[in-house]
């Protein structure tokens, strides 16, 4: 099965630097049996959907209210990101729950609204250190995913929080049994995310039910987000 690499950019990349970095990835030669994505902030969306245009790297925000207009301030609505030529949003990722807030309850809303709408969506979900140590790493999962139905344009990542940004990386049987997990719960594909780079991207996508990669700091750079995606194309040959 094709593999998906997402690059999440954060709240990296204006738009001089994400012309840049585009025009960069344009010229890569990145593998064709691949699925890439990026997420540029939305400030760089308009921008990357025109310098990827008669690619096939996909364009994806990083949020999306549920909403299609109203006295939301400081948000963004799916006809609004339709508008702009963004193929699909994440919703749901660790630092928006962390520091925004973000309940399961508005996650659920965003999703389902936004593939209402025809977005497609990367779901994020996973849990922190402390609940991985209390042993409820499945409840955790399973109360995230409860409010979600399968669709043919949701995937999921599984996001531990305690290997986001830290160079900490779930070990490849730690990621597949939490993947396997999932897919028991909800029948979609699969990301894993949490400080993937070119030297374990490997091994963690060979894993069967890891179908992608949803990747941060990594992203970044051209060099080890064009890795990871050869990484990711050598795997699903496997
Ligand atoms: C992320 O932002 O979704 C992420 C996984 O970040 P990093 O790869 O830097 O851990």
Redesign the pocket.
Known sequence: MTKLIAG?W?MFKGQREAAVFCRELRDAELPADVDVVVCPPFPSLALAVQALAGTEIGVFAQNCHWAAEGAFTGEVSAPMLQELGVYGTLVG?S?RRQWFGETDDLVARRVSACLEAGLHVIA?VGETEAERDAGETHTVLRRQLAALEADDNLVV?Y?PVW????GRTATPETAEEAHERIKELLDVPVLY????KPENAAELLAQPAVDGA??????LELASFAAICRAAAVAATV
């Open positions: 999440n954060k990722h630092e994020c990542a996001e290997a986001i940004g830290t995310g949490g400080s993937v949803l990747v941060g700091g990594a992203s």
